[in-house]
């Protein structure tokens, strides 16, 4: 199977690594959790086949293994102003086939601690503003493998004013800055739409998801979705040292994105618990060391599976 064009895999990967960085403090599937209880706990995982990576004379495959937390907590507030904090750590294991030497970290790691500030500024006006610090190293050793260092140490602030234009078309706009990322991922705009064409159907792009949904009872949900996974690691230490040829790898960033379409099942075991399933394609990936410039992109697809759980207490 062809690789996605550059030309689109590109912008498609800034895009959704970008839109990811609100996620890593506030997540909005938990809106509901949150409303019922307050406290909202998500866990999710997933994995990934075998994908063929090349770049500055080296090759060699790939899988990676996925795995998040996150604890969400409101702060109370008024009637138009709300406050919550979060808590997430993110994990990416990357398993290499026998025989690769591709100089890569074993785990690329993320703390996150968050607050998000909402304020209903009219009936139709919400402003959300989000400041997180933000942890991510990569690294071989074991453990939760994230250093707490000034190094891997980056900060998100995140500003979005969302409206309804009617009662089947809504639109959010706003801007995240990302202090360890570069170019459109450093400062950039964050765009969501949402366009209710059937009764039963969802269309929506940008943030948090951006794909097609059917709502099939009030359990029940499916959807084709493209989602995005990634960030910018701090790597202390060289993962492949003593390389003829190749520049030391010690003490720089490390870019991770990953681009995928699936199909997902969504079902609402009660309210604020949610159970989602989700099998698709990986399109894309790509490990990009920019002040080395190395990079390793991919020249395969690999199909990938997800499961999440989020809790409302």
Do not use: C
């Amino acid at each position: 199977m062809n690789q996605l064009p550059q030309k689109i895999l590109r912008p498609l990967l800034g895009l959704l690594a970008l839109v990811s960085l609100s996620s890593a403090s506030a997540d909005p599937s938990t809106a509901s959790a949150k409303e019922e209880s307050g406290t909202s706990l998500s866990i999710a995982t997933s994995s990934t086949g075998k994908i063929s990576l090349s770049g500055g004379g080296i090759r060699g495959k790939a899988s990676t293994r996925a795995t998040a937390l996150g604890l969400q907590q409101a702060l109370g507030g008024s009637d138009h102003v709300s406050f919550s904090a979060g808590l997430s750590y993110d994990r990416v294991v990357i398993r290499q086939a026998e025989g690769a030497a591709l100089p890569l970290p074993e785990k690329l790691s993320t703390l996150t601690a968050g607050v998000t500030a909402q304020w209903q500024a009219a009936p139709a006006w919400q402003v959300t503003g989000i400041a997180a610090t933000v942890w991510s190293s990569g690294a071989n050793r074991r453990g939760f493998g994230t250093s707490l260092g000034s190094a891997s140490r980056g900060f998100v602030v995140v500003g979005m004013v969302a409206h309804p234009f009617s009662e089947t078309f809504s639109a959010s706009a706003g801007a995240a800055y990302n202090s360890k990322g570069e170019g459109v991922l450093k400062f950039g705009p964050v765009l969501s739409l949402e366009w209710k064409f059937a009764e039963s159907w969802t269309a929506s792009l940008g943030y948090p998801t951006t794909g097609i949904s059917y709502q099939l009872s009030e359990q029940w949900k499916f959807g084709l979705e493209i989602e995005g996974l990634g960030g910018t690691y701090y790597v202390d230490q060289d993962p492949l040292p003593n390389q003829a040829g190749q520049p030391s790898l010690a003490r720089t960033q490390l870019q991770f994105y990953d681009v995928r379409a699936g199909l997902s099942a969504t079902y609402a075991l009660k309210p604020g618990t949610i159970l989602r399933l989700t099998f698709g394609e990986v399109l894309g990936q790509e490990f990009n060391y920019p002040q080395r410039q190395l990079k390793l992109k991919s020249d395969s697809h690999a199909v990938y599976g997800a499961v999440a759980l989020q809790l409302g207490f």
